[in-house]
């Protein structure tokens, strides 16, 4: 058996943290017998060095075509003061609307061995998991119209936010049925206290409530939803938001596990899963063995899950990860005194010798 993947480095540290997730995928692939084929692409800031656009059509169409897509991290200063349609983020949008990933889940957990990472007090996050279920096809960074204009001496921009009841069901399924598999919790995230289409987020996101009974909805305000996420994270299971409400949160969020380069995710939707970790490019530390490879490698554990359907090799990965931060191996971003800071290749190395370890 053979499982195609495309590969978007994309740039920064994109390319490291996805090397690492492919060592650690195809360690894991060869033990259940199969192998993981691999086609690379150019994306975002590297594409448009090399093509001139952020992403080209024949990315778009491997990617259809592929079992799934995995991506490391698009953007940085070089490309800041660069047209709208010349941004590396086009990429990351594009990619999203034709694949039609129009669900974004991203698993907060806070590891024990990592509790004194957090800027938060132990008993504050102990035993916190949450799953962000993000809206992700809609909403203000799709809407239209978007533009900027001039007259006279004044520049106006406009972006519109615009959500329909079918994408606010679809994402509401998809949060309520996670929620059936986890502690039947359900936070319904929006404005309605003065956004229109948080009014129809909230009308919609209840009437689907009634199809599940046994699950316990809550509604809340985005800005009391992040004050509870520093206060109180424990008290959440799923959060369900529109897009930008949950770029925003769940990157707050990542400060609980005690950095974003501890934060995986999972892009689902028509068929096709894409799998990134949430953290940035960070060219700063680029190509220096200095990057936190483990959100990628947990975002593989979540291709195995959804895109391959092998939960026992998803377990693995996770298992593994636990294990090497029980061993008090750590990179940078979560270094403490008295652990053992080591860099990129040296903990996709520890990740692949515990999955060995555990034959």
């Given at each position: 058996m053979t499982k195609q993947v495309v590969v978007l480095h994309g740039d920064g540290i994109g390319v490291e943290v996805t090397e690492a997730a492919l060592a650690v995928s195809r360690a894991v692939a060869r033990e259940a017998g199969f192998t993981i084929k691999t086609e690379t692409f150019k994306v975002g800031g590297a594409s448009l060095d090399a093509h001139n656009v952020p992403i080209k059509d024949a990315v778009i169409h491997a990617c259809k075509n592929a079992d799934a897509v995995?991506?490391?991290?698009?953007?940085?200063?070089?490309?800041?003061?660069?047209?709208?349609?010349?941004?590396?983020?086009?990429?990351?949008?594009?990619?999203?609307?034709?694949?039609?990933?129009?669900?974004?889940?991203?698993?907060?957990?806070?590891?024990?061995?990592?509790?004194?990472?957090?800027t938060l007090r132990p008993e504050i996050i102990n035993g916190c998991n949450i799953l962000i279920v993000r809206e992700l096809t809609g909403g203000i960074y799709f809407g239209k119209p978007k533009f900027t204009e001039t007259t006279g001496s004044e520049e106006r921009a406009v972006d519109t936010m615009e959500y329909r009841t079918s994408e606010i069901e679809r994402i509401a399924k998809a949060a309520f049925e996670a929620a059936s598999a986890r502690s039947n919790k359900v936070t319904s995230v929006d404005k309605a206290n003065i956004l229109a289409t948080s009014q129809l987020w909230r009308k919609t996101v209840s009437r689907m409530a009634e199809e599940y009974p046994d699950i316990e909805l809550t509604h809340m305000l985005v800005d009391n939803c992040a004050m509870q996420l520093l206060r109180n994270p424990k008290q959440f299971d799923v959060i369900l938001t529109e897009n930008m409400f949950g770029d925003i949160l769940s990157d707050e969020a990542s400060m609980l596990t005690g950095s974003l380069g501890m934060l995986p995710s999972a892009s689902l939707g028509n068929g096709i899963g894409l799998y990134e970790p949430v953290h940035g490019t960070a060219p700063e530390i680029a190509g220096q063995n200095l990057a936190n490879p483990l959100a990628a490698i947990a975002s593989a554990a979540l291709m195995f899950r959804f895109s391959f359907k092998m939960e026992a090799a998803a377990q693995s990965i996770e298992n593994a990860i636990q294990k090497v931060l029980a061993n008090g191996l750590r990179c940078a971003d979560i270094a403490e005194d008295g652990r053992k800071t080591i860099g990129t290749k040296e903990m996709t190395q520890a990740i692949i010798d515990a999955l060995e370890s555990a034959k």
């Open positions: 995995f991506l490391g991290a698009v953007g940085g200063p070089r490309w800041d003061n660069n047209e709208n349609d010349k941004r590396p983020e086009i990429a990351l949008l594009r990619l999203r609307e034709e694949l039609g990933l129009f669900t974004n889940l991203r698993p907060v957990q806070v590891f024990e061995p990592l509790l004194g990472a957090s």
